[in-house]
């Protein structure tokens, strides 16, 4: 029975100690993954920009031109790995459900170089995706490099996943909790505490690296009055709606797109 014990406690031992870990190298994912979209910012709309301007009623429409020659640069290394396209989160929800949460470095490296080239172009995209599968993703290829159990592999990529969420948007319960609905269906269990210290971790290496984990800054003089409490409630409401109708639309016309001529030429 004591040894029993002693077996016990040494496997949370190790599982706490990769947590910390999936959360540093989450965290630092994070990071890297912000500094590679300024970069491309800096070099779509610094350098680039000014050559490509014309105006047309005082608007300049090569702002138009930025996001289609990033999809023109991103083009080749979709054609050479298809299955890079999409926001990370199907892709990390695929691994953690029939792959043992196995995700292979070079699917996780193009990715990570096509969405920040697609993001700093200014495309139509959120980090919140993206940022979630670069950690599960490092997580995993850590995972793999210590050849880890399957079991250990899952819960290590769901820990990745909460960090890298956590780190980008300062908010570390949030991760947790994102994690756990997602890849474990919401079921909670001893798997909070080994994901809830890698989301911790990693929104603690954003904040230190970086001052600001979500870069968003929100007046110290924004409040509410109880009266306004139910137009919240519709604007939740009307949110919701739009949000499932900007799904459908965007579906409707990705495989419009997909069963056209335009997608061959692509």
């Known amino acids: 029975m004591e040894w029993e014990t002693k077996k016990y406690a040494k496997k949370w031992v190790v599982i706490l100690i990769f947590s910390f870990l999936a959360g540093l190298i989450g965290g630092i994912g994070a990071v890297v993954f912000r500094l590679m979209i300024e970069f491309f910012h800096t070099f779509f709309f610094s350098v680039l920009l000014p050559h490509i301007s ?53 699917f996780a490296i193009l990715k990570i170089i096509a969405t920040s080239i697609a993001i700093g172009s200014g495309a139509s995209l959120g980090r919140e995706g993206p940022i979630g599968f670069i950690g599960a993703s490092l997580s995993s290829i850590t995972t793999q490099l210590f050849k880890l159990p399957k079991e250990m592999k899952k819960l290590l990529t769901a820990c990745g996943l909460a960090a890298g969420i956590a780190g980008t948007f300062n908010a570390p319960f949030a991760g947790a909790i994102f994690a756990l609905e997602v890849l474990y269906m919401g079921a909670f269990s001893l798997n909070l505490v080994p994901i809830f210290i890698a989301s911790i971790t990693g929104n603690a290496v954003t904040l230190a690296l970086l001052d600001s984990a979500s870069g968003i800054v929100v007046p110290s003089s924004l409040g509410y ?39 061959i030429i692509a």
Not at 88 to 96: K, N, Q
């Open 54 to 106: 014309f105006y047309v009623g005082g608007f300049n429409l090569g702002y138009i031109l930025l996001p289609a020659i990033g999809g023109i640069l991103i083009a080749p290394l979709i054609m050479y790995a298809p299955n890079i396209r999409g926001n990370g989160i199907p892709e990390v929800i695929e691994a953690f459900i029939f792959k043992d949460g196995t995700i292979h470095s070079k």
């Open 225 to 263: 009055a109880i009266s306004e409490l139910p137009f919240f409630f519709l604007l939740g409401i009307l949110s919701g709606l739009l949000a499932a109708l900007f799904v459908k639309s965007l579906y409707i016309f990705l495989n419009a797109f997909e069963s056209s001529q335009l997608s």
